[in-house]
């Protein structure tokens, strides 16, 4: 009989957790028991999770006891005081937020890229953010072939990206610049509707935004190479769903774009759509509800003899977050020892 699990998901009422609990039962994720936790503004609130309905509970002490694994969607406020509570409790936390991306005790992993990373975790392993998530599944089998020496890249982000608040801010204004209305930012600093934003999350004393630094420094760590040079430009869209980015890499060896195609199309976690002359190419409202990272474009970068460039595009809510969460709980569950946790007191 296969083994099943206590789950818990912290989170369970925003846009990342509610896209979790589909992904739990889409999967066929072994539940014994689910365990919906948010703040105390919605325990009591009912949610559905495969066909039932189950009551959200405020997160606080207790909340994680019985547990074998907690997928953690609270932002990293949460996260910073419930992870380390929930893995001294003996829970195997999958954390989705920034707040332990960088701890060294904390494995950041992908499972297409370095699935092995999570073997050393004490209790608490991060989820990636979602642009890095996305461009590194589609680096990875270009890395392993001829090296990458510097990647560019431009994202162009949706708006779920921000949560509920983001999907409701463009519904919103959109509707009302349609019925010529006047449209009052509230989540954004600038109108996003019929708009294009150069900035996610805060500014930087390097004039990045956290954002863009989130993408640098998670390279570093998930590829495990602190030579790769990376720049990036953040930017928020008025699309709902799916993030798309614009990247350019310099490889440690040439490779043709033929070559990279062949790769990629026989890489875990991608698909190819790359027949521009016939229109075919990686779009957001494709890749939407889709778990695998469209990658097309594929060409010869003019400006550099050992560069390539490629649009890469993936849904931000399902392999940005959800979807790598539960990948990674399913890694855990293939070795049974890896449920164990030490996290110090
Ligand atoms: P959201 O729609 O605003 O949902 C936030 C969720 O967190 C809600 O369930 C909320 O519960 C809960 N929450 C907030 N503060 C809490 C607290 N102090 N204690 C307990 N629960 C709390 O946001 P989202 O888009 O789902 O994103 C949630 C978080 O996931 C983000 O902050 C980020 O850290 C992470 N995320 C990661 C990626 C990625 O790139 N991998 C992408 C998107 C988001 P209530 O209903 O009680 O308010
Ligand atoms: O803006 C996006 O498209 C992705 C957002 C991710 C995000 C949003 C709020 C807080 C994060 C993240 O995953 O890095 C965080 C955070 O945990 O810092």
């Given at each position: 009989m296969t083994k099943e699990y206590n789950v818990g998901l912290l989170g369970a009422t925003g846009a990342v957790g509610q896209e979790m609990l589909k992904n739990l039962a889409e999967r066929g994720f072994p539940v014994k028991s689910l365990r919906p936790l948010a703040s105390a503004r919605s325990a009591g609130q009912k949610i559905e999770?495969?066909?039932?309905?189950?009551?959200?509970?405020?997160?606080?002490?207790?909340?994680?006891?019985?547990?074998?694994?907690?997928?953690?969607?609270?932002?990293?406020?949460?996260?910073?005081?419930?992870?380390?509570?929930?893995?001294?409790?003996?829970?195997?936390?999958?954390?989705?937020?920034?707040?332990?991306?960088?701890?060294?005790?904390?494995?950041?992993?992908?499972?297409?890229?370095?699935?092995?990373a999570v073997k050393k975790h004490r209790g608490i392993i991060a989820n990636p953010n979602c642009s890095t998530i996305q461009m590194l599944v589609a680096l990875k089998p270009i890395y392993d072939a001829v090296g990458i020496r510097r990647i560019v890249v431009a994202t162009y982000q949706s708006v779920s990206g921000t949560g509920q608040k983001?999907?409701?801010?463009?519904?919103?204004?959109?509707?009302?610049?349609?019925?010529?209305?006047?449209?009052?930012?509230?989540?954004?600093?600038?109108?996003?509707?019929?708009?294009?934003?150069?900035?996610?999350?805060?500014?930087?004393?390097?004039?990045?935004?956290?954002?863009?630094?989130?993408?640098?420094?998670?390279?570093?760590?998930?590829?495990?190479?602190?030579?790769?040079?990376?720049?990036?430009?953040?930017?928020?869209?008025?699309?709902?769903?799916?993030?798309?980015?614009?990247?350019?890499?310099?490889?440690?060896?040439?490779?043709?774009?033929?070559?990279?195609?062949?790769?990629?199309?026989?890489?875990?976690?991608?698909?190819?759509?790359?027949?521009?002359?016939?229109?075919?190419?990686?779009?957001?409202?494709?890749?939407?509800g889709r778990d695998e990272v469209f990658v097309g474009r594929i060409r010869a970068d003019l400006s550099h003899e050992n560069g390539l460039t490629m649009w890469v595009v993936a849904d931000n809510l399902r392999k940005g977050a959800a979807t790598n969460a539960v990948e990674i709980a399913e890694l855990l569950i293939r070795d049974p020892t890896l449920l164990k946790t030490d996290w110090p007191a």
């Open positions: 999770f495969d066909g039932a309905e189950v009551k959200v509970e405020a997160v606080g002490p207790g909340a994680f006891d019985g547990l074998d694994l907690c997928l953690f969607s609270a932002g990293a406020t949460a996260s910073q005081e419930f992870a380390p509570m929930a893995a001294r409790a003996g829970v195997t936390v999958v954390d989705n937020s920034s707040c332990w991306r960088q701890d060294p005790r904390v494995p950041l992993v992908i499972p297409e890229v370095n699935p092995g983001g999907i409701e801010e463009l519904s919103t204004q959109t509707r009302q610049l349609l019925s010529l209305q006047e449209a009052a930012p509230k989540v954004y600093p600038h109108r996003i509707a019929f708009n294009c934003l150069p900035h996610i999350d805060v500014f930087m004393d390097n004039d990045y935004t956290k954002e863009e630094m989130k993408m640098v420094n998670e390279t570093l760590k998930i590829f495990d190479d602190q030579n790769i040079k990376v720049s990036a430009t953040c930017v928020r869209i008025p699309v709902f769903y799916c993030h798309s980015e614009a990247i350019w890499i310099e490889t440690g060896r040439p490779i043709s774009p033929e070559a990279a195609r062949e790769l990629l199309a026989r890489a875990p976690g991608i698909l190819v759509v790359d027949k521009p002359k016939e229109n075919q190419y990686p779009l957001a409202s494709v890749a939407s």
